[in-house]
Nanobody
Framework: QAQLVESGGGLVQPGGSLNLSCAAS????????MRWYRQAPGKERELVAL????????DYAGFAKGRFSISRDNTQNVLYLQMTSLLPEDTAVYFC???????WGPGTQVTVSS
């Protein structure tokens, strides 16, 4: 079964940092561009960042640029999102997404609050 499982979410204070991971299995992870999305209550799901299969290309939403960093380890089939300078408006469920197969993980909750 193709599967994505996010981890690393939790509660962090504004200005803090958090690192998310997404473990992939059951498909050709190294051949798939990957994306992080997030969705806050009452809001539509929005793209956070994208990374190409071999990490040559990365792209970020405006709110993420300069604060978040997407990366991957194709030997371990893991996608990462490093988040710094977190803001309350970053509070959301964060999902990883594989373009190949249109796969989604169940999400991990990130709460930024003082």
């Amino acid at each position: 079964q193709a599967q994505l499982v996010e981890s690393g979410g939790g509660l962090v204070q504004p200005g803090g940092s958090l690192n998310l991971s997404c473990a992939a299995s059951g498909f050709n992870f190294r051949e798939s561009a990957m994306r992080w999305y997030r969705q806050a209550p009452g809001k539509e799901r929005e793209l956070v960042a994208l990374i190409s299969a071999t990490s040559i290309i990365t792209d970020y939403a405006g709110f993420a640029k300069g604060r978040f960093s997407i990366s991957r380890d194709n030997t371990q089939n893991v996608l990462y999102l490093q988040m710094t300078s977190l803001l309350p408006e970053d509070t959301a469920v964060y999902f990883c997404n594989a373009i190949v197969g249109s796969l989604w993980g169940p999400g991990t909750q990130v709460t930024v609050s003082s």
